[in-house]
């Protein structure tokens, strides 16, 4: 049996009611993931659909930003969708662009907005998310 991808789901206040629109919609698709998600993100998406399985983290303020990087640096986790208020300061934001930096660092397909978050889970559907093996893009960091 393969085991499934895993999907990080984060969502900042101002777009968690998108969020859990977006989790609704499409909670058959998210079932054939492993979900992670921030502490409150995670918990809205619960309440709104008890029947998907998700691994909740810290809040994001408190550490869940920087568990998720830590995922991603360790090959752990395959995609990630991350509804991003560019709206509001953030006293974490320092997270918010580390979180974003390893994503990029490690070429892990990222949606930061609605409409990409769309087509990364149709795509997801088509081919496999890629698995990844934790290698930094060429001019990353050496391990
Ligand atoms: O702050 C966040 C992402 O930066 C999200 O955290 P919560 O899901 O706990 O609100």
Known sequence: MTA??????VAHD????RMVEFAVKNRAKLDAFSLV???????????ACPELDIVRLKSGPLGGDQQIGAMIAEGRLQGLIFFVDPLSPMPHDVDVKAL???ALVYDMPM????????ILLRSARLTGLKSTSATPEIGGPAQ
């Open 4 to 9: 499934r991808p895993t999907l990080a789901l």
């Open 14 to 17: 101002a777009k968690k009611d």
């Open 111 to 118: 949606a930061l907005n609605l409409s990409t978050a769309e």
């Open 37 to 47: 998600a921030t502490g409150t993100t995670g918990g809205r998406i619960q309440e």
């Open 100 to 102: 974003m930096r390893l």
